[in-house]
């Protein structure tokens, strides 16, 4: 069925280090692969996107890459800083195209 | 430009009673979508909609009712609530299915 794996679900960095999360899908026809980032109590918000005909895309800090043989991706945060703590979601299409499958989110701490 | 607005923010209902969750957006978004956000679940899709007039089902559909009869509004509709039914309920939208989703800031839902 669709699924979008999404690992560690907890992730805690000395603020400077880098942090990786990584997830896998299962449909090989996707395409469009985001990242959300949810401050507490607060709405996901899109922070970086990858499409399929790219490998890598880089956005200051933060970098998605994609592999689409092994149907992984991954969000590298670079420099970490407190400010970055958050839980963050990627997604990815479901079979039919118009769903967008989250997967189950990484708490990610930065002590300072 | 308020973007995706949703009401109310909290609510409190009795097992039994039947709401309706409201969203709106004034981006001309043709997508719109419902998604729950339950701990350690990440986030699940109810419903979704890729026009006015059409509506489907995604992961979780059982218990809710969507309709879209304009471009701009997608009410969420429970019609029988039940404790299971207690959730963070988030409207998202965007200008194409599956793509660059900008998300309501949710509603708090309790069923006793």
């Known amino acids: 069925g669709e699924n979008v794996e999404q690992h560690p679900s907890t992730l805690s960095v000395q603020e400077g280090d880098s942090a990786v999360i990584k997830c896998t899908y299962s449909d090989s026809a996707s395409n469009y692969f985001p990242w959300y980032k949810q401050e507490l109590g607060k709405r996901p918000q899109l922070i970086i996107d990858?499409?399929?005909?790219?490998g890598e895309k880089k956005d200051q800090r933060i970098a998605v890459t994609l592999n689409k043989t092994a149907k992984h991706f991954s969000l590298h945060i670079t420099e970490t800083q407190p400010e970055d703590s958050a839980v963050y979601f990627c997604?990815?299409?479901?079979?039919?195209?118009?769903?967008?499958?989250f997967g189950t989110g990484t708490r990610l701490q930065v002590f300072p | 430009n308020a973007g995706v607005t949703q009401t109310p923010k909290f609510q409190v209902l009795k097992t039994g009673q039947s709401m309706t969750l409201q969203c709106a957006q004034d981006m001309n978004h043709e997508y719109m979508s419902w998604y729950r956000q339950d701990p350690g679940m990440g986030l699940r899709l109810i419903h979704y909609?890729?026009?006015?007039?059409?509506?489907d089902q995604g992961e979780v559909p059982n218990g809710y009712n969507v309709s879209r009869s304009t471009t701009e509004d997608f009410p969420l509709r429970l019609l029988s609530a039940a404790p299971s039914q207690t959730s963070v309920y988030f409207c998202?939208?965007?200008?194409?299915?599956?793509?660059?989703?900008?998300f309501g800031s949710g509603t708090r839902l309790t069923v006793v």
């Open positions: 998202a939208s965007s200008y194409e299915a599956g793509y660059g989703y900008t």
């Open positions: 990858i499409r399929s005909n790219v």
């Open positions: 997604a990815a299409p479901g079979y039919n195209t118009d769903k967008l499958i």
């Open positions: 909609s890729v026009g006015a007039g059409i509506t």
